[in-house]
Antibody
Framework: EVLLVESGGGLVKPGGSLRLSCKVS????????MNWVRQAPGKGLEWVSS????????YYADSVKGRFTISRDNAKDSLYLQMNSLRADDTAVYHC??????????????WGQGTLVTVSS | DIQMTQSPSSLSASVGDRVIITCRAS??????LNWYQQKPGKAPKLLIY???SLQSGVPSRFSGSGSGTDFTLAITSLQPEDFATYFC??????????FGQGTKVEVK
């Protein structure tokens, strides 16, 4: 069974930093593009960032560009999200998700349960 | 960015009902559309990929259809475990993924 387990969330003041981790098991981690997706309380899903299997290709949503950094350690089967200059509107549950490539369409499966980040003074 | 609009935002239904959720894209996305189910406090779960392909292990009462800009997720004979929130996701502009705002299916 493929498992994704996030950690590192918590309460942080505006302007502060936090580093999220996502530990992956049950799959050959190095083979997959990975993503972070967040969900603000009572809101929908927002894609945050993507990193290719080798780490060579990285993409960010405009809302986090310049403040967040995605990375991975394939030797540790782990994905990371360094979040700096945090704002109140970054408050959300952050999920990591594996990206699968079909014949034509890509999708996310599975997802982790998420870790809550709360930005408040 | 491609905007995804779901309707309704919520609906009330009873066990055994047929439920239809729609998702509209701001531009044509061919069949690049996925559907997820999410229960409170849980990770989203893939139901349908490529607009109409049922993910392995997902009950056959779930089905997806559509192409271009208009898509539907149908649940025939709603079961107690189907009360949840459903999201559509476009994968046309990967890696710039976007999701619908969600449709909450509640008990009537």
């Amino acid at each position: 069974e493929v498992l994704l387990v996030e950690s590192g969330g918590g309460l942080v003041k505006p302007g502060g930093s936090l580093r999220l981790s996502c530990k992956v098991s049950g799959v050959n981690f190095i083979s997959y593009t990975m993503n972070w997706v967040r969900q603000a309380p009572g809101k929908g899903l927002e894609w945050v960032s993507s990193i290719s299997s080798s780490g060579s290709f990285i993409y960010y949503a405009d809302s986090v560009k310049g403040r967040f950094t995605i990375s991975r350690d394939n030797a540790k089967d782990s994905l990371y999200l360094q979040m700096n200059s945090l704002r109140a509107d970054d408050t959300a549950v952050y999920h990591c998700a594996r990206e699968l490539v079909g014949a034509t369409v890509n999708w996310f499966d599975p997802w982790g349960q998420g870790t809550l980040v709360t930005v408040s003074s | 960015d491609i905007q995804m609009t779901q309707s309704p935002s919520s609906l009330s239904a009873s066990v055994g009902d047929r439920v239809i959720i729609t998702c509209r894209a701001s531009q044509s996305i061919s069949h690049y559309l996925n559907w997820y189910q999410q229960k409170p406090g849980k990770a989203p779960k893939l139901l349908i990929y490529a607009a109409s392909s049922l993910q392995s292990g997902v009950p056959s009462r779930f089905s997806g259809s559509g192409s271009g800009t208009d898509f539907t997720l149908a649940i025939t004979s709603l079961q107690p475990e189907d009360f949840a929130t459903y999201f559509c996701q476009q994968s046309y502009s990967v890696p710039l993924w976007t999701f619908g705002q969600g449709t909450k299916v509640e008990v009537k």
